[in-house]
């Protein structure tokens, strides 16, 4: 079956070079995954930008001798980019996963001890791009008594999961979040992410060595899009003056500060730093600003 024009729905799944892995009519139970290429347009746009890229939504044409080309690419609701070199020694931002809902950021809450201040950089880069987060505290069974460092981020709103890939605990939470979405992980090596997925569902994890610009389907719906590096999906891109707005639990403070282009650091008058005294603030999560803002993404 096609729609009109004899072009079918897609969902980009790999992309290596010029050759892309689509699953046509996603979401369907008789839904197939074909490899196609790109029609010249589009082939033209690839040289001067990110013009397909894993979890983008497509049109394909299937042709007689059964090959298949991208023919259209649909407009993107949300992107992940990196930082790659650009011309004359600058920058360009390269979009490496589209269409993402959420991003889940896993964690250990010891071996290794949690790195709080790469969990409030992954949480600033989902706000950053309009995604839902959620904070996985793994490997409970370890310590179960080590969950106080994740309290914050429930109190700020985030969903937190304390999960074991050992004993089982939280893996239904887990195959919620992921159900019908596409999802990315984000976290250090070591946290168990690849065990936690095995754990959801067999055959579900990215194995090493597999493509690595990929998005995978689970057997009872959504999808994980694996983004090697993604610790180089810097905050270069998001504006000091909007750093702060990334940070909900400063959301309802920004109004109140004696000037519009505060930075909350050093001005009299910050209602943030009021509340960073008064203990409406973690300082901790306002130390991880500071320092974000002092960085260079």
């Not at 059964?66 to 649909?74: D, L, M, W």
């Not at 964690?107 to 706000?127: I, K, N």
């Not at 504006?239 to 282009?261: I, K, N, V």
């Amino acid at each position: 079956m096609a729609s009109d024009n004899g072009h079918h729905p897609g969902l980009v799944r790999t992309a290596v070079g010029g050759a892309y892995g689509v699953e046509l009519y996603p979401g369907r139970s008789s839904s197939e995954l074909v490899e196609a290429s790109l029609r010249g347009r589009l082939k033209q746009d690839r040289r001067t930008g990110d013009a397909v890229v894993p979890g983008d939504r497509v049109r394909v044409l299937r042709h007689d001798d059964g090959s298949h080309t991208i023919e259209a690419v649909e407009d993107r609701r949300s992107e992940l980019a990196r930082r790659a070199p650009g011309r004359q020694g600058a920058h360009r931002a390269k979009v490496v996963v589209a269409n993402v809902d959420q991003l889940v950021a896993v964690f250990s809450v010891t071996h290794p001890e949690p790195r709080l201040r790469m969990l409030d950089r992954f949480l600033v880069l989902a706000e950053a791009n309009g995604l839902e987060a959620a904070v996985v505290a793994n490997k409970i069974d370890l310590d179960p008594e080590a969950v106080e460092p994740f309290a914050v981020y429930g109190e700020i709103g985030y969903p937190v999961l304390f999960t074991s890939a050992e004993t089982g605990e939280g893996v239904e939470e887990i195959q919620s979040l992921l159900r019908d979405r596409i999802s990315v992980l984000a976290g250090p090596s070591g946290v168990g992410k690849s065990s936690l997925l095995n754990a959801v569902e067999p055959g579900f994890s990215l194995r090493v060595g597999d493509v690595s610009d990929a998005v995978r389907k689970g057997r009872k719906g959504g999808y994980v899009a694996d983004t090697p590096g993604l610790r180089e999906l810097g905050l270069w891109g998001i504006d000091d003056q909007d750093l702060g707005t990334c940070f909900p639990e400063f959301r309802s403070h920004l109004a109140s500060c004696q000037f519009r282009s505060c930075s909350h650091t050093h001005e009299p008058g910050c209602a943030v730093q009021a509340a960073v005294e008064d203990g409406s603030i973690s300082r901790d999560r306002y130390d991880s600003y500071v320092a974000m803002l002092e960085s260079d993404g």
